[in-house]
């Protein structure tokens, strides 16, 4: 693994922050009416399974670069050799460029039909895509700080959940565990989804100061995460009906509308503007993330493969201008993280398992032999 330099490494409690900035995106904004489509009012019960699921993910990670070195680019050639291991390494870059432009153009579309119709995608995209410019040409420091306020800032947002408690009837969760298996599977399948972007860890793991002792700041961000999601989600079941949140693609945002102050008319408004701060870490971490690995993989400056992706986020964002291609991106993404979560992290924890067996193996036969 390239050392890399003492000022450009942070402190392992910001693992805190990078994780839980990357959890919480768009998705935040409507996952309940997906969730509830499957078990009902008992998808809260999903809410904490998959938390768990992501937990145990997040130790195979660790368990991979603690042992492997911590470049993922080197373990993935040293674990499946030179060719799988490049293809790897390119799929896990096109994986974050692709899930930056899902992220990116899902806002688009939210500010688009809450508060600008007539907005052209392609100048909400630049924006955000020059900011991103400026933050990544930084170095991951500026990323890191970027994530940080991206979680500490929009947090005040939370308490916002206070106004619609009035409203809500908590009898609606009522009767508990009355689903089946089968139903209880499909809803966490569904919410595992809303928790994908922790596997950034695989990238800037060598950039943490004492990487190892990180671990349990990776776990307190998804354990903050988890208990968000799940306030959120009680609060949101309490408040709809299930035949009103079938209809409502923005519970979260349809909540907040409720909320009245005297110096602000539509508070909403001042929520989706606000939330683009959550939005621009997500987007930030990602595309440092693919930058990352294709300097690694093709052995050029970062800064080039940042202005390539760039353009080709800017492009694709521009292209996606219909519903249907929109929900077809989040679809396919989506399907492609579940799949990067549950099959590729597994497989790679047990290969960097057994591989590391067969070297204690052999190193104790040697220590005997002698």
Not at 38 to 43: F, H, N, R, V
Not at 58 to 80: A, K, R, S
Request: aromatic residues 16%; positive net charge.
């Amino acid at each position: 693994m390239t050392k890399i330099k003492e000022n450009f490494l942070v402190s392992p409690y910001l693992v805190f922050f990078l994780v839980h900035s990357i959890q919480v995106g768009v998705g935040v904004l409507g996952y309940q009416r997906v969730i509830a489509k499957y078990a009902g009012y008992d998808s809260w019960i999903s809410v904490l399974i998959a938390g768990i699921l992501i937990h145990l993910l997040i130790g195979m990670i660790y368990y991979v670069l603690n042992t492997g070195g911590g470049d993922i680019t080197q373990i993935h050639q040293n674990l499946f050799g030179k060719y799988i291991g490049t293809c790897l390494n390119i799929v896990l870059l096109t994986y974050f460029a692709v899930w930056s432009v899902t992220v990116l153009r899902t806002y688009i579309e939210v500010v688009q039909v809450w508060m600008f119709p007539t907005l052209e995608t392609w100048k909400i995209a630049a924006v955000f895509l020059l900011l991103t410019y400026y933050v990544v040409s930084g170095g991951f420091r500026i990323v890191a700080g970027v994530c940080f306020l991206g979680v500490v800032l929009p947090f005040g947002l939370v308490f916002l959940l206070v106004f619609p408690l009035e409203y809500t009837q908590f009898t609606n969760l009522l009767p508990v565990f009355d689903e089946s298996m089968r139903d209880y599977f499909t809803s966490t399948r569904s919410m595992m989804l809303s928790y994908l972007g922790f596997e950034s860890l695989l990238v800037f793991y060598p950039f943490i100061k004492n990487a190892k002792s990180s671990q349990k700041y990776a776990h307190f961000g998804n354990m903050f995460t988890v208990s968000m999601y799940l306030i959120v989600t009680i609060i949101t079941f309490a408040f709809f009906s299930q035949e009103q949140l079938a209809r409502n693609v923005w519970a979260t945002l349809s909540m907040v509308k409720i909320v009245q102050v005297s110096f602000v008319e539509r508070f909403d408004y001042v929520f989706v503007s606000i939330w683009c701060l959550v939005i621009l870490t997500n987007i930030t971490l990602s595309i440092w993330a693919s930058t990352r690995i294709g300097k690694l993989v093709f052995k050029i400056r970062q800064h080039q493969v940042l202005l390539l992706i760039l353009g080709v986020v800017l492009i694709l964002c521009e292209l996606l201008n219909t519903r249907l291609l929109i929900n077809l991106l989040n679809n396919y993404t989506n399907q492609v993280g579940f799949y990067m979560a549950v099959i590729y992290l597994p497989l790679l924890f047990l290969a960097a398992l057994l591989k590391n067996k067969k070297q204690n193996k052999n190193s104790l036969a040697s220590a005997e032999a002698k």
